[in-house]
């Protein structure tokens, strides 16, 4: 036992220093991170810069210093009360925001619309505001004086405060509380709801758990699918490398198929999770910059991404830690799992020209897996389905990990669906390491799948 350990050891050390320590290895993970890191800071500067500038933009402001008010309706109102900062109506809308710019103003009232216009004449800077109503409504009409050196525009930005205002200015006037006013504008309803309504009543992250019960499964697959495509490739080539050299016969004698394999799949899957990991972290601190980044900058900014960031401390109870070890556990031993069927594949090619006969194991095996989750949960909620799907081990890595975060299986019934994962992992390398011995000297073409069970069993 101890000499098998120090066999798998001893290959594992080797292919690991070898495949890690290679300048393409290393280009790709400090490169790939750089860019990782720099992609997500950068769009979202532009984003933020370049959005800022095409916005359409509003500006409500005028150059009038005084404005003489003549208001013949019903109620009083203090039109100092426009200066103050918090009687501003702003609108925060980031496709088209509004500037508004109107402290500063000297509001004096008139007994007439004459008076204010006789008056504007001595003020090169006024405006007269007449409040009247009829049967249409309330109107606020502005005039500009003769000889006054303000614009038609100065007076269409005042009258478009106004009309944002003018709601708020009678309400005033009205003498209602604002607060009994809002009260009666509640809109009152009674609905009937089923059991998954009411659960959304009861359970604030009921919604979450639907978006995620969507999305997590397709997350999870796109993950395992580019770690099995970038280095299943790499297990299989390592595999498959010394069947071509003159030391093979050596080689078997020195150390079993068995532990050569599983040596060879456990260092490339390991140098492969290093360098996906040190590329979320790049990727994790890119956008971390970026939102730092874009506060620093823009400190009034809207950016839909940061409040999605922002959000994440209100999901804390979602996710419990057990769920997200076993989670993790749970795609990484089905990384495992495809790299042995990888392995497999190694075993059978005869030389390095042959892997692109034998390589379909994985990503048949793959494809087929999806399929089965895809028709057994449906499309609109993969994650859940049949229960069967959580203990076959392909498809388990797929929908196991989205229902144990969801809670929709216990932490229990993960590990036991884990544990079968790792055991088909065994069995699996169990038997590329014996294909490996029986094809070790084998030259030609490659074999079947029937001829391969028939080797076996002649072995």
């Not at 070898?18 to 993970?29: C, D, E, R």
């Not at 008076?115 to 090169?124: T, V």
């Not at 959304?200 to 997350?219: A, H, N, S």
């Not at 409040?307 to 990384?335: K, Y």
Request: net charge negative.
């Amino acid at each position: 036992m101890s000499r098998r350990f120090h066999s798998f050891f001893k290959v594992f050390s080797f292919t690991f220093s070898h495949h890690a320590k290679t300048k393409g290895y290393l280009t790709a993970t400090f490169v790939t991170a750089f860019f990782l890191f720099l992609l997500p800071l950068a769009g979202m500067l532009a984003v933020e810069f370049f959005a800022g500038d095409t916005q359409a933009k509003t500006s409500y402001q005028t150059a009038a210093k005084t404005v003489y008010v003549s208001d013949s309706v019903y109620g009083e109102f203090d039109y100092s009360r426009l200066n103050d900062t918090s009687f501003y109506i702003q609108e925060s809308s980031t496709v088209n925001p509004v500037y508004l710019n109107f402290s500063g103003i000297a509001y004096q009232p008139v007994a007439s619309v004459e008076e204010g216009l006789e008056k504007g004449k001595e003020d090169p800077y006024s405006l007269v505001l007449s409040v009247t109503k009829d049967a249409q409504g309330v109107h606020f009409s502005i005039l500009i004086p003769e000889s006054s050196s303000l614009t038609e525009e100065d007076g269409d930005g005042f009258s478009s405060y106004l009309s944002l205002a003018g709601n708020a200015i009678l309400l005033q006037k009205s003498g209602i509380d604002t607060e009994s006013l809002g009260a009666l504008s509640d809109p009152v309803s009674s609905e009937i709801l089923s059991d998954e309504e009411a659960l959304l009543e009861t359970d604030p992250f009921q919604g979450i758990r639907d978006v995620f019960g969507m999305i997590l499964p397709y997350v999870i697959l796109m993950v395992l699918y580019f770690l099995i495509l970038f280095y299943g490739q790499s297990v299989a080539n390592s595999v498959v490398s010394e069947k071509s050299s003159k030391l093979m016969d050596t080689f078997l004698i020195s150390v079993q198929p068995k532990d050569m394999i599983f040596g060879k799949m456990c260092a490339i899957a390991l140098s492969g999770i290093l360098q996906f990991l040190f590329w979320g972290v790049a990727l994790t601190l890119g956008f971390v910059a970026g939102t730092f980044a874009v506060k620093g900058m823009f400190p009034d900014t809207d950016m839909l991404l940061i409040r999605f960031f922002e959000s994440f401390g209100s999901l804390s109870g979602l996710f419990t830690l057990p769920s997200i070890v076993v989670t993790v556990l749970m795609i990484l031993g089905g990384f495992f799992l495809y790299c042995a069927l990888a392995a497999v594949g190694g075993a059978i090619a005869s030389k390095a020209e042959d892997l692109s006969a034998t390589n379909y194991l994985f990503t048949m095996a793959l494809v087929i897996s999806f399929l089965f989750v895809l028709f057994g949960g449906g499309i609109e909620n993969i994650a859940s389905g049949s229960p069967i799907l959580d203990y076959i081990p392909f498809t388990a890595v797929l929908v196991v990990p989205s229902r144990l975060l969801l809670g929709e299986i216990s932490v229990l019934t993960a590990c036991i669906s884990l544990a079968i994962v790792l055991l088909a992992t065994v069995l699996i390398v169990l038997l590329a390491g014996k294909l490996y011995r029986i094809m070790s000297f084998y030259r030609g073409k490659v074999p079947s799948v029937k001829q391969l069970f028939g080797m076996l069993k002649e072995k």
